[in-house]
């Protein structure tokens, strides 16, 4: 099974600020996947992250808010830029592997925005 | 062992049967979350259940929490070729914390 770490696991940040979380994983893959979970609502796919190419992103979410870089197979960073309250919500990567397509998931990064 | 137990790891069936798949906690669900997961794709948000007892459906599948809010099953009725994939549930282990625990997965592959 996969490994992942996240960095920062939570943090705290004002309003207007932008914050980078970090995705490490212990294997080299494909695909990454950064979500989005809101307090007592479910996880919200931002985007894929593909290595060598531009991040796809869902309905919603645009690269400016979320700029995402892929440098290699194991390594992701998603940005949350000019925060606001609203954007306060655990972050996780994930990626998909394994013999059974199992979903891996980071510990996640709690961000709260003041 | 796992905090959140889902069965079975993977499943075969075939079209137009019914299935039915298990998660099961051995501590008190805030919530729970069914998901699906296509080859390739990122998970898709299917049901979410808070209430102990508390049954959802949405065209062909239906999910259950229990009253103890320990287990949590989803049943798909009349399968169908576009029902196959993996499905994921997620649980609050934590009421506020918002810690997520996750499931192994289950891989549903439907014969024609």
């Known amino acids: 099974s996969a490994v992942i770490s996240q960095k920062p696991s939570r943090d705290i940040c004002q309003r207007g600020t932008s914050l980078t979380i970090q995705c490490q994983v212990d294997?080299?893959?494909?695909?990454m996947f950064w979500y989005r979970q809101q307090p007592g609502q479910s996880l919200t796919l931002i985007a894929t992250?593909?290595?060598?190419?531009?991040?796809?992103?869902e309905s919603g979410f645009v690269i400016d808010k979320f700029p995402i870089s892929r440098p290699n197979l194991t390594f992701s960073t998603l940005t949350v830029s000019n925060m606001s309250p609203e954007d306060s919500s655990i972050y996780l990567c994930?990626?998909?592997?394994?013999?059974?397509?199992?979903?891996?998931f980071g510990p996640g990064t709690r961000l709260t925005v003041l | 062992s796992q905090e959140l137990e889902q069965s079975p790891q993977s499943l075969i069936v075939q079209e137009g049967k019914n299935l039915t798949i298990n998660c099961t906690s051995s501590?008190?669900?805030?919530?729970l979350y069914w998901y699906k997961q296509k080859y390739g794709e990122g998970l898709i948000f299917l049901m979410m259940?808070?209430?102990g007892g508390e049954e959802k459906s949405h065209e062909k599948i239906t999910a259950k929490l229990d009253e103890k809010k320990q287990q949590s099953s989803l049943h798909i009725t009349a399968s169908q070729p576009s029902h196959a994939g993996i499905y994921l549930c997620?649980?609050?282990?934590?009421?506020?914390?918002?810690?997520?625990?996750w499931g192994a997965g289950t891989k549903l592959i439907i014969k024609p």
């Open positions: 994930s990626l998909t592997g394994g013999v059974k397509d199992t979903q891996y």
């Open positions: 992250a593909n290595q060598g190419s531009e991040a796809t992103y």
């Open positions: 997620g649980a609050d282990m934590s009421y506020s914390n918002y810690q997520l625990i």
């Open positions: 259940l808070q209430k």
């Open positions: 501590k008190t669900l805030y919530g």
């Open positions: 294997s080299q893959v494909t695909m």
